[in-house]
């Protein structure tokens, strides 16, 4: 049985101008894309077979990687269950010039390994923690995991978030667009690659933070994700974004994935996400947001769900960036 540490993958990327969003620094959409390669490669190897991304975790940019230096990706598989594998991953943002490291993220995935009829199939292999430290991993790993289920059963029984649609928005602030599925779109028989539609759904909501801006954004975090269903080639897939909340120099998105059969009508349900964005003035720093008051009982309704998620954001950032200065002081 292999360890932890044994299936671990390493991504290597070079930044290029082609990869950036606001200018100088890697598009948020694109890292989503590159962790979600990252994850799916390390999975795949130890499900021996397709494996398909079932949720995410939220998901804080610590640090911005800069055009120029080199993001490394490191993801390891940390638990194993009858047919799902969670993922962690890891990046840093490298400067050649100087050699230093920066950390910024940590995401943890959860993949399940389908077969070609795209139904759940037993992992064959197991993984053994070879020390304390992995033992550690693990354990967490289970913690998070019935966490998850916790937040499925909430949802179901609540449908917080679900049932919200961004049609329901000021039309001044909301957003979509429409795309078609290719076959380059995908990386296992005809299902979408889930980074790629990341990152269309980063893109839809930072389009919209710049209209409402009139400024560069910058992603700081994307909120925990669950998927519905797969997306298949030659289906159209929409975004629907609409503003939540606005705060001093952030602002909360809400992002409705549908995907449509063209030639029979059927629309479902994909993914919903809550994503972050931060003002950035010329200098690439925090800018104020235009001042936003909600009007109507939705949008105020809107917005003070988003404070509640807004406050376990700050939280959740402040735990983990002690987490990343106890692991470099150690």
């Given at each position: 049985?292999?360890?932890?540490?044994?299936?671990?993958?390493?991504m290597?990327?070079w930044?290029?101008?082609?990869?950036?969003?606001a200018?100088?620094?890697?598009?948020?959409?694109?890292?989503?894309?590159?962790i979600?390669?990252?994850?799916?490669?390390a999975?795949?190897?130890?499900?021996?077979?397709?494996?398909?991304?079932?949720?995410?975790?939220?998901?804080?940019?610590?640090?911005?990687?800069?055009?120029?230096?080199?993001?490394?990706?490191?993801?390891?598989?940390?638990?194993?269950?009858?047919?799902?594998?969670?993922?962690?991953?890891?990046?840093?943002?490298?400067?050649?010039?100087?050699?230093e490291?920066?950390?910024?993220?940590?995401?943890?995935?959860?993949?399940?390994?389908?077969?070609?009829?795209?139904?759940?199939?037993?992992?064959?292999?197991?993984?053994?923690?070879?020390?304390?430290?992995?033992?550690?991993?693990?354990?967490?790993?289970?913690?998070?995991?019935?966490?998850?289920?916790?937040?499925?059963?909430?949802?179901?029984?609540?449908?917080?978030?679900?049932?919200?649609?961004?049609?329901?928005?000021?039309?001044?602030?909301?957003?979509?667009?429409?795309?078609?599925?290719?076959?380059?779109?995908?990386?296992?028989?005809?299902?979408?690659?889930?980074?790629?539609?990341?990152?269309?759904?980063d893109?839809?909501?930072?389009?919209?933070?710049?209209?409402?801006?009139?400024?560069?954004?910058?992603?700081?975090?994307?909120?925990?994700?669950?998927?519905?269903?797969?997306i298949?080639?030659?289906?159209?897939?929409?975004?629907?974004?609409?503003?939540?909340?606005?705060?001093?120099?952030?602002?909360?998105?809400?992002?409705?994935?549908?995907?449509?059969?063209?030639?029979?009508?059927?629309?479902?349900?994909?993914?919903?996400?809550?994503?972050?964005?931060?003002?950035?003035?010329?200098?690439?720093?925090?800018r104020?947001?235009?001042?936003?008051?909600?009007?109507?009982?939705?949008?105020?309704?809107?917005?003070?769900?988003?404070?509640g998620?807004?406050?376990?954001?700050?939280?959740?950032?402040?735990?983990?960036?002690?987490?990343?200065?106890?692991?470099?002081?150690?």
């Amino acid at each position: 049985m292999p360890s932890i540490a044994e299936t671990a993958v390493e991504m290597i990327e070079w930044v290029f101008p082609e990869h950036a969003g606001a200018p100088g620094q890697i598009h948020g959409g694109r890292m989503m894309e590159w962790i979600t390669k990252a994850g799916t490669m390390a999975a795949a190897r130890v499900a021996r077979g397709t494996v398909l991304l079932g949720a995410t975790d939220d998901i804080d940019f610590l640090h911005s990687v800069r055009v120029g230096e080199i993001a490394i990706l490191r993801a390891q598989v940390e638990y194993v269950g009858t047919s799902s594998l969670e993922v962690g991953v890891r990046v840093w943002a490298e400067n050649v010039a100087t050699g230093e490291r920066a950390v910024t993220l940590n995401s943890h995935l959860v993949f399940v390994k389908v077969g070609d009829d795209l139904r759940p199939r037993p992992v064959p292999a197991r993984i053994e923690p070879r020390d304390a430290a992995e033992a550690a991993l693990a354990e967490a790993a289970r913690a998070r995991r019935a966490q998850r289920l916790a937040r499925l059963a909430d949802k179901a029984a609540r449908r917080e978030g679900e049932a919200d649609d961004p049609a329901d928005v000021d039309p001044a602030w909301r957003f979509g667009s429409t795309r078609s599925v290719l076959p380059e779109d995908a990386l296992f028989g005809t299902t979408m690659f889930v980074g790629k539609m990341l990152m269309a759904l980063d893109e839809a909501g930072g389009i919209l933070s710049m209209r409402y801006c009139r400024g560069f954004v910058m992603t700081a975090c994307v909120d925990a994700m669950d998927f519905y269903s797969p997306i298949f080639t030659h289906e159209v897939v929409t975004f629907k974004a609409g503003l939540n909340h606005v705060g001093t120099s952030s602002l909360e998105v809400g992002v409705k994935v549908l995907a449509e059969v063209p030639w029979t009508g059927e629309v479902r349900h994909a993914c919903s996400a809550f994503l972050t964005f931060v003002h950035l003035g010329t200098d690439l720093r925090p800018r104020p947001c235009p001042p936003f008051t909600p009007t109507t009982a939705d949008a105020r309704r809107r917005w003070e769900a988003a404070l509640g998620r807004r406050a376990r954001r700050l939280e959740r950032v402040k735990r983990l960036k002690a987490t990343v200065a106890d692991a470099a002081v150690k």
